[in-house]
T-cell receptor, first 113, second 112 residues
């Protein structure tokens, strides 16, 4: 298995533009997580899916952020409109069950200018 | 005001020495704990875990100790190697909350 695959690896966009980050979890994993990592706030959980259903989105900063998981092998995190303070590394992770270790992707480094 | 980033605790050790990285967790109800290692430019990687019904667990060159009385977790790395240089995170899982909470991390430098 190639592990958790995220795309793109790097994204530079202008303020106000829509940004879509993509994630392919490890096959057979039932839980998927989106995290954001910044120097200011460290690693923050944004949203968690179990069996493709969003369970906890309390970490999503505001309505500009949305996440979907249309099937077990794909998830997206969308920011619309993007702002400079959204600049961060966004990680997707998956796990077999919610209370087992998570496997992280390589991350998407987002820069909003 | 001026933005100030997180100040990560830093541990510097000589190659071959043992390392001990400490972590205080926040919730006495947490019942599952994980140590992750994050190298520059990569995502966090699982190292070892422990459940609250244990106080010690050993892996290859790593040992995790759990003290529930004082809500303290430690990661011991034996014979530290240059490849161990990274940021280490402890994470606590809160049953019922369905989320894992990560600590701020500790940066480990290994001097050759």
């Amino acid at each position: 298995d190639a592990g958790v695959i995220q795309s793109p690896r790097h994204e530079v966009t202008e303020m106000g533009q829509e940004v879509t980050l993509r994630c392919k979890p490890i096959s057979g994993h039932n839980s998927l997580f989106w995290y954001r990592q910044t120097m200011m706030r460290g690693l923050e959980l944004l949203i968690y899916f179990n069996n493709n259903v969003p369970i906890d989105d309390s970490g999503m900063p505001e309505d500009r952020f949305s996440a979907k998981m249309p099937n077990a092998s794909f998830s997206t995190l969308k920011i619309q409109p993007s702002e400079p303070r959204d600049s961060a590394v966004y990680f997707c992770a998956s796990s077999f069950k919610v209370d087992t270790e998570a496997f992280f992707g390589q991350g998407t480094r987002l820069t909003v200018v | 005001g001026e933005n100030v980033g997180l100040h990560l605790p830093t541990l510097s050790v000589q190659e071959g020495d043992n390392s001990i990285i400490n972590c205080a967790y926040s919730n006495s109800a947490s019942d599952y704990f994980i140590w992750y290692k994050q190298e520059s430019g990569k995502g966090p990687q699982f190292i070892i875990d422990i459940r609250s019904n244990m106080d010690k667990r050993q892996g290859q060159r790593v040992t995790v100790l759990l003290n529930k009385t004082v809500k303290h977790l430690s990661l011991q790395i034996a014979a530290t190697q240059p490849g161990d240089s990274a940021v280490y995170f402890c994470a606590e899982f809160i049953t019922g909350g369905f989320k894992t909470i990560f600590g701020a991390g500790t940066r480990l430098f290994v001097k050759a």
